[in-house]
């Protein structure tokens, strides 16, 4: 995985009025009573892919008519932003509470002090490869141009992959359409039981606490949109 050489770009929220109608939209979209939820709530992350020339960023590093992918973080990681926006995604692939289904998804966590978990950006892989492929293709390379916002903060950046890594990532992909696993009986209906409690996707709508490749991660996942030149922001 590659990120941009080129220097972070690091602004004000205040700054950035077509952010704040973005991070607006999104909260409208996505504030609803959730499955296991009681009143309204608005994911912790959201995230929406943008043409470059819509966001009128200073010095962002995309074509105009390139796909940004714009992501509003829980303000806690704030301080962590210029890290962040340099981090290599990963893929992890994780089952689903009720373990009937799992999900691929890019993966950014922030370095972590000696025994705490690891705050960690979920985005869904299937969101992100259409739009790697619809940007201009460098030689040898798919990339995406990003925006993260935490608080008032704002970061700008990018990251690239390989045709090996593309790969890899489709594979990724192929890979969740088959059978979680063999599970038992008894198994199954503590998972459906768990499910049935904080949902099939807890880290949707908090930075949930799980276990993913031997790893404790507190992860929040944002659910992405994209707006076009149509959606009036």
């Not at 952010?19 to 939820?37: G, N």
């Not at 799980?210 to 707006?227: G, K, Q, Y």
């Amino acid at each position: 995985m590659n990120i941009t050489e080129t220097p972070q770009q690091q602004i004000n929220l205040g700054n950035a009025p077509v952010l704040q109608k973005i991070q607006i939209a999104l909260d409208a979209d996505l504030t609803r009573v959730w499955p296991t939820r009681y009143l309204p709530m608005c994911p912790p992350a959201r995230a929406a892919l943008v043409a470059a020339e819509q966001l009128q960023i200073p010095n962002l590093q995309a074509q105009a008519t390139e796909k940004v992918l714009v992501v509003f973080l829980p303000s806690s990681l704030e301080e962590h932003l210029p890290k962040m926006i340099h981090i290599n995604p990963t893929v992890r692939i994780h089952p689903d509470l009720s373990l009937l289904s799992k999900e691929a998804y890019a993966s950014w966590s922030v370095p972590n002090p000696v025994g705490s978990m690891k705050k960690t950006l979920w985005i869904k892989v299937s969101d992100l490869l259409p739009s790697m492929l619809e940007n201009d293709v460098q030689v040898g390379a798919f990339h995406l141009p990003l925006v993260f916002v935490a608080g008032q903060t704002v970061v700008s950046g990018e990251f690239s992959l390989t045709e090996t890594q593309f790969a890899d990532w489709e594979r990724a992909l192929a890979n969740i359409t088959v059978a979680p696993g063999e599970f038992s009986e008894g198994e199954l209906s503590k998972a459906r039981t768990k499910a049935a409690r904080y949902s099939d996707r807890p880290w949707l709508l908090m930075m949930y606490e799980l276990a993913n490749n031997f790893e404790r991660l507190a992860v929040s996942w944002a659910p992405v949109r994209t707006m076009t030149h149509a959606t009036p922001i």
